[in-house]
């Protein structure tokens, strides 16, 4: 196509997962090429004045060469020390010197000797304010005592225009949209929103998405299993035709295989200049284009109109199939129900604690020798020679210390009953198949015995048909997370930053989210001497900067948007409130 690309409460069964959490989201950043170099300039200048000025210039590079030489005597003593830092640390043991704080895995020690303190602990809980009714913590200014600040939006502006005819020369439909999406449940999300963007933005009609089968996700699941296919045409009815499939015409010229439809390669987060100037016209001359894949591939930087597009597609036009909303609306009415010492409000957790999460995060824990060979035995199935590759050094204490490993089931309850939760909490897991499940579960359980999994709230019959689907799977967790008063999330991914993102658009302008500070939490675990009182300050302080990051909304001035606005949708996306987003709410009992 001549173009190319810039480039009981707490049974847990340990089968399913949220894996949908997208992990594996592709981000790349483009780098300008290099301009050419300046043509040498064929100077008039007598010889003589030529001799006069070469002194200077030898004195200027002089000074300059010294320059980089004393910076040379600060910088290289600086490199040397880090050097030492990242390799000793990790390494310490073998050389008889002390660990870094932080770069060795000793919660579960910490936990044995705080376990008395713990259970003796009488100090008032986190107390829920008992709810009006049931879900009405959805939409009620009643918040629980952990929510300090309070977010308080600007009055709302409306939507704006219809993004049909933005920057182009043809007001008509100039052809058909294909998009190749991939990944986990939301960051095929992410693709489908950027899809409906791209649509608007080239007046072009959107063939409902197709998804990659992932070789992790390993989920066959097509857009109609996962989400309402009907309505979602019928709710972007007027600002983007959508249809299912292509036009017999067309179908016909491409022997009714998509796949043989001639592919644009287009960069990662690619500017609205790219497609009205180099896409569009592809567009125009041949009446459809396909896009693979599709994962990021629009800038978060476009005009108000595209942006709304976005906003619409997520918090309206993307709504679950009625096999996972009529389930995962039971998993939360019976999740409230269980809930009942805390006036129906509960704390859900995203997990990553499976296997293949430990592995990949090249992090040690408590297995000792055996855990590192089992970790290396699963990193050479999964990854083949990835780790293995010339110059990779894996320093699980360095990456300990970063704050790169996942949190255990155990470190998660310590925090929650360090931030004042007590032990009549209801907590739901969000999480795939943990690592080594009876054991790293028990303590959870201890601290925690009121623990819910999709697993323990739904019957063996009705899990049965989203067994081996990822994708169905996450958005039952996706659902139940979203609706909780509080959500955990504990190692980044597309999963938590779309929640986030959705529940600052139902809370009002706050995410109502805990990120736990996991550097400042490693150096606490591993600090043998610290007292509960001590480890409970702490944790609060944790809470309280969790809670004021909650409400932070990006200054976005026009076009210099950077963050992602499916996890800060305002102030973009705050006119679609006024509609009262209901297309996952469980309803309410009579």
């Known amino acids: 196509m001549g173009m190319k690309a810039k480039a009981h409460h707490h049974h847990y069964n340990a089968s399913g997962g949220s894996g949908g959490g997208g992990n594996g989201s592709e981000s790349s950043s483009s780098t300008s090429p290099s301009p050419p170099p300046s043509p040498r300039r064929h100077s008039t200048v007598p ?118 005819g933005l920057q182009l020369d043809s007001p008509g439909l100039t052809g058909y949209l294909i998009v190749e999406v991939n990944g986990g449940l939301n960051q095929q999300r992410s693709a489908i929103c950027n899809a409906v963007a791209l649509a608007g933005l080239l007046n072009a009609v959107l063939v409902i998405p197709h998804f990659e089968f992932h070789n992790v996700w390993r989920d066959p699941s097509t857009f109609t299993d996962i989400y309402d296919e009907d309505h979602f045409i019928a709710t972007l009815e007027g600002h983007v035709k959508v249809v299912k499939e292509l036009p017999e015409i067309l179908m016909d010229k491409y022997d009714h295989n998509i796949s043989n439809i001639p592919t644009l390669r287009v960069e990662a987060w690619a500017p609205v200049r790219y497609y009205t100037g180099e896409v569009y016209p592809v567009l125009q001359k041949q009446g459809v284009i396909r896009i693979a894949p599709f994962a990021n591939r629009l800038a978060m930087n476009v005009p108000p109109p595209i942006q709304h597009l976005r906003c619409l597609a997520n918090y ?44 990949f995060s090249c992090c040690l824990y408590d297995g000792g020798e055996a855990e590192n060979v089992a970790m290396n035995s699963i990193r050479q199935k999964g990854w083949g020679e990835k780790f293995k590759r010339k110059g990779r050094v894996t320093l699980p204490g360095l990456n300990r210390i970063d704050g790169k490993c996942p949190l255990t089931p155990l470190e998660v309850g310590m925090i929650l009953r360090g931030m004042g939760f007590d032990n009549s909490t209801s907590i739901y897991l969000a999480s795939g198949k943990i690592y080594w499940a009876e054991k790293h579960l028990a303590p959870l359980l201890k601290l925690f015995p009121y623990l819910h999994t999709k697993e323990s709230l739904a019957t063996p019959d009705e899990l049965a048909p989203f067994e081996g689907y990822s994708s169905r799977l996450a958005a039952l967790d996706y ?17 938590p930053h779309f929640l986030m993102g959705h529940r600052r658009f139902l809370y009002g302008g706050h995410s109502k989210t805990i990120i736990p500070d996991k550097r400042k939490l490693v150096v606490l ?20 900067e969790s809670d004021r990051k909650g409400k932070i909304i990006p200054r976005v001035k026009k ?29 309410t009992h009579s």
Not at 338 to 359: C, N, Q
């Open 47 to 164: 010889h003589c004045r030529r001799k006069l000025r070469a002194k200077p210039i030898s004195i200027v590079s002089g000074f300059l060469l010294l320059r980089r030489f004393l910076r040379l005597l600060v910088v290289l003593p600086l490199l040397y020390v880090s050097g030492l830092l990242m390799c000793v640390g990790p390494f310490s043991g073998l050389l008889g010197h002390t660990p870094l704080p932080g770069s060795v895995y000793r919660s579960h020690e910490m936990f044995q000797l705080l376990w008395p303190h713990i259970q003796a602990d009488n100090s008032t809980p986190i107390e829920f304010k008992p709810l009006i009714s049931i879900f009405s913590h959805v939409l009620s200014d009643q918040l629980s005592s952990v929510w300090r600040f309070r977010r308080k939006l600007k009055e709302q502006k409306p939507c704006p225009p219809s993004a049909s």
């Open 316 to 359: 309206e036009a993307l709504k679950f199939s009625s096999a996972i909303s009529n389930l995962a609306n039971k998993l939360v009415e019976r999740m409230t129900e269980m809930s009942s010492r805390t006036g129906g409000k509960y704390v859900a957790v995203h997990l990553r604690f499976e296997e293949d999460m430990v592995a």
């Open 479 to 495: 659902t139940v997370c979203l609706f909780s008063e509080i959500f955990v999330t504990t190692q980044g991914g597309n999963f």
């Open 525 to 544: 675990l591993q600090n043998m001497s610290m007292s509960w009182k001590d480890f409970k300050l702490e944790m609060e302080a944790m809470l309280t």
């Open 559 to 587: 076009f210099t948007r950077k963050s992602s606005v499916y996890t800060y949708p305002l102030p973009e996306c705050s006119c679609l409130q006024k509609h009262n987003n209901t297309q996952i709410v469980p309803s």
